[in-house]
């Protein structure tokens, strides 16, 4: 046991993705429960992640909080934000941003190099040891030089 109160330590969590495409309040809460009506099991009391990478109109982060935890989903986190404006709003309002940790756009492949010829390369295994009778020496694919006496063995 350690000395400290408290241990910090990283874990990974699986939590859904609520991806919003409309900033009204109202209409979040009403699809919300419409989701939670199929599922009411799974999503009672779910710990939701915000992405909010669709989002263009502005948002009232109040009224969002109010809509969400109206329905029983509890709010850990904002994802998929890339405004440095939005970001300070979300900050101002209280919740954690969170990254993705993967990069989403798309990025550009460099150029393939020419392809050349490919010639096969010759290794040599080099055997200076006394080879034995009915000792075998595999070299597959390669070359094989023997600079020591090789016993004569039984056909």
């Known amino acids: 046991m350690s000395n400290t109160p408290i241990e910090l330590k ?14 009204k309040p109202e209409v979040i809460r009403q699809a919300l429960e419409d989701k939670i009506a199929q599922a009411p099991a799974f999503l009672t009391h779910a710990p939701v992640v915000i992405n909010v990478s669709s989002l263009e109109a502005p948002v009232n982060w109040h009224h969002l909080q109010q809509a969400v935890s109206a329905t029983g989903l509890r709010i850990v986190g904002i994802s998929g934000c890339k405004d440095a404006e939005l970001k300070a709003e979300i900050d101002r309002a209280g919740l954690p941003l969170l990254n993705e940790g993967k990069d989403k ?51």
């Open 10 to 23: 990283g874990s990974s969590f699986t939590l859904s993705v609520v991806h919003l495409h409309e900033a």
């Open 105 to 155: 756009a798309p990025r550009a492949e460099p150029p393939a190099p020419p392809e050349l010829p490919v010639t096969p390369v010759t290794k040599t295994r080099l055997i200076d040891l006394p080879v034995r009778s009915g000792q075998r020496i595999y070299a597959p694919n390669c070359d094989l030089i023997v600079t020591n006496h090789v016993s004569a063995g039984r056909s």
